[in-house]
Each structure stands twice: as structure tokens, then as C-alpha cells.
């Protein structure tokens, strides 16, 4: 199974070139087919530079400007317009995301699932350097969707997950233009009957840079997309539903490492199969 890493970055000339080259050595140690797809969003420094070095240094990078206007949800969105991967997972440029947590990722989607989910507020996962105010906005938020939706999920709004293509084709088209894109995958895909895994991760504040996400600005977006997704899961009768996606009957267990099919690494899983 080939994995597309999907690498958005705006004015990121500080932690990109660290990003991509761990995230592809660890890949490579693993022996994963892979391809890095860093998306330029808009940047105006030397990200666009520094990422044509390393494309033409591994055949395997790609450099990606995004065709639409700025914003991360448009720069995801185009990285998802081309990737050529059985599965695609999205990892920000800032260094803030384990390429360790990446091959987790990979193993529960070579197991079968069709979503990988992480989660740095379950046993076993873990932040590093979360501004206070940040956290307070992040768990208030994702409470308000785990109640609304009783997923099981705690991280909804955390960028960092990835996807079978059959997942990725299934919650088309992508609307979200900004940060609310974190929350559109995930929500759609979990109601339109994908099956997914849930594993605790680590995250740590980036060390160069400055951060895109402007909470302020975010507040109405995320709500948009929180409420277009609820209301399509209760009133649509089904009708963006995969074929056979699955029921309530098969719909959560727990394992360990090594209990169930294939290999992962992070320790405890949480495994739910749809959001009914």
C-alpha cells in the first residue's frame, strides 16, 4: 500500500525542510512505499526554494503550489487533487506532528481500517508546549462535537490523521476553505460509514515560525461545518452514505498492540465503525 503524505505550508522555511526529511526517513526505514506532496500555500519566503531542493534531491517529494487562493483548508485540498497514494495522510510543516505516529497511522490502515484517527488527550498520548488558552478552546470544542455526534473521538479538530482513497473519494466534494477543513474529513467520513481507528499520539508546539490558525477568525467556520455534517447524518435519509457502509452492531472494541490484525505501535486502540 503506497502512502501519500500531504504537506501544507505557508511561510514554513523555518521547520519544512526538518519536516520532510524526517517524516521520509522514518518512512523508508519502515520500507513504506511512500510520496511527500508539500503544498505551498502562498508562501512568500524561501519554502518554495527549499522544497525544490529536496524534490529534485528524492524523486519521491513532490513540490505542489496550490492553484487557489490562500488558506489551509484550499492548500489540503489541493495536495487531495493530486496525490497518487493508496492512502493519504495530511501532517502539518511545523515539526509539530511525529513521523513515528505516521507509521501507526499506516499500520491501522494496512490493517483495513479506512480511517486513522489520532488523539493527544487518551492514555498514551501526550502535547508539549500547549498554550494554555489554546487548550481551554480545544477541549470546549471537541466536547461540544463528541456530544453531538457520540463518536467516541476526542481530537476531532487535530489535522493530523489519515485516510484510505476510498474515504477520501466518499466525503467529495470538500467544501472547508480554512482550519474547519480538520473537521470536515473526519466528521464525514465517520457518518458516511467509514470504519476507523483510534490511537493516541504526540504533539509538540513548533519551534520556528508562526502559527496560520487565527482562533478568532475560526469560531463561525468550524460551527458552519459542524452543523452542515450533523444535519446531513440526521435528516439526508442516508442518501451520501457509502454502499454497505456499516451498522451500529459493529460499531466499537478495544485492543492492544498485537490482539488484532496487523501491526501497531502506539499502544492502547480505540476502534469505532460509524457514527450512529
Known amino acids: 500500500m503506497k502512502l501519500s503524505v500531504v ?26 512505499d511512500y510520496e511527500l506532496v508539500v503544498v505551498d500555500d502562498a508562501s512568500t519566503d524561501g519554502t518554495a526554494a527549499i ?8 524523486p519521491a517529494i513532490r513540490y505542489v503550489r496550490s492553484p487557489y487562493r490562500g488558506g489551509f483548508g484550499f492548500a489540503v485540498r489541493a495536495g487531495l487533487d493530486v496525490y497518487t497514494g493508496d ?22 490502515l494496512e490493517a483495513g481500517f479506512d480511517c486513522a484517527l489520532g488523539s493527544r488527550f487518551i492514555r498514551g498520548g501526550a502535547t508539549h508546549g500547549y498554550p494554555f488558552v489554546k487548550f481551554v478552546l480545544n477541549r470546549g470544542v471537541n466536547l461540544f462535537i463528541r456530544l453531538l455526534f457520540g463518536h467516541g473521538y476526542n481530537d476531532t479538530t487535530n489535522a493530523f490523521k489519515a485516510y484510505r482513497r476510498e474515504a477520501i473519494d466518499t466525503v467529495q466534494p470538500l467544501v472547508s476553505n480554512h482550519f474547519n477543513l480538520t473537521v470536515e474529513l473526519p466528521l464525514k467520513a465517520i457518518v458516511r460509514g467509514h470504519s476507523y481507528a483510534i490511537v493516541p499520539i504526540t504533539w509538540r508546539n513548533r519551534q520556528a515560525g508562526v502559527s496560520n490558525l487565527r482562533i478568532q477568525e475560526m469560531g463561525g467556520r468550524y ?34 498492540s498485537g ?9 492502547a486502540v480505540s476502534v469505532r465503525r460509524d457514527g450512529d
Open 7 to 32: 504537506i501544507p505550508a505557508h511561510n514554513e522555511e523555518g521547520s519544512v525542510e526538518q519536516t520532510v526529511r524526517a517524516v521520509a526517513d522514518r518512512l523508508r526505514r519502515e520500507e513504506i
Open 51 to 58: 522544497v525544490r531542493r529536496l524534490a529534485a534531491q528524492d
Open 87 to 108: 492512502a493519504v495522510a495530511i501532517v502539518m510543516a511545523d515539526l509539530s506532528d511525529s513521523p513515528d505516529d505516521l507509521v501507526s497511522y499506516y499500520r491501522l
Open 223 to 256: 460551527l458552519y461545518i459542524i452543523l452542515m455534517v450533523f444535519l446531513e447524518h440526521h435528516l439526508s435519509r442516508g442518501d451520501y452514505r457509502r454502499p454497505g457502509g456499516l451498522h451500529r452492531e459493529n460499531r466499537f472494541k478495544r485492543w492492544r
Open 259 to 267: 490482539d488484532g490484525p496487523g501491526r501497531v505501535t502506539s499502544g
